[in-house]
C-alpha cells in the first residue's frame, strides 16, 4: 500500500503564495506521474498540475504563470509552488499519484489539504 501525504495548506491573502508539498511513503513501487488536483463542494475534482518523473510538467490554463509544479524522485514527494493566488481557487488540494508496483499500475490520493484565499 501506497500513502500519500500532503501539508503545506492554509489561509492566504489574495496575491499571497502558498507551497503543497506531497510525500509518498510505502515499499516497492515506483510512481509514474505525480500531481495536484483541487475541488470545491459540489464541483468535480479538476487537474492543477502534474510532472512526469521525467519532469514533463502539466498545467490548467488558469494556473500557468502563477503555479509550478516540481518532484523530488529520489524522495517520492512532489510540490506545487502558488503564487498570485486567487479568492476563487479556495478549495480543497489533493494529491495524485499514478503508482506501479510490477506490471500492476493504480492511481493513489491523498486526503487533501485545504487552501483558503481570503482578505
Known amino acids: 500500500q501506497v500513502q500519500l501525504v500532503e501539508s503545506g495548506g492554509g489561509l492566504v491573502q489574495p496575491g499571497g503564495s502558498l507551497r503543497l508539498s506531497c510525500a509518498a511513503s510505502?515499499?516497492?513501487?515506483?510512481?509514474?506521474?505525480m500531481g495536484w488536483y483541487r475541488q470545491a463542494p459540489g464541483k468535480q475534482r479538476e487537474l492543477v498540475a502534474n510532472?512526469?518523473?521525467?519532469?514533463?510538467?502539466n498545467y490548467e490554463d488558469s494556473v500557468k504563470g502563477r503555479f509550478t509544479i516540481s518532484r523530488d524522485n529520489a524522495k517520492n514527494t512532489v510540490y506545487l509552488q502558488m503564487n498570485n493566488l486567487k479568492p476563487e481557487e479556495t478549495d480543497v488540494y489533493y494529491c495524485?499519484?499514478?503508482?506501479?508496483?510490477?506490471?500492476?499500475?493504480?492511481?493513489?490520493w491523498g486526503r487533501g489539504t485545504q487552501v483558503s484565499v481570503s482578505s
Open positions: 510505502g515499499s516497492m513501487f515506483s510512481i509514474d506521474v
Open positions: 510532472i512526469t518523473s521525467g519532469g514533463i510538467t
Open positions: 495524485n499519484a499514478r503508482v506501479r508496483r510490477g506490471i500492476v499500475v493504480w492511481s493513489s
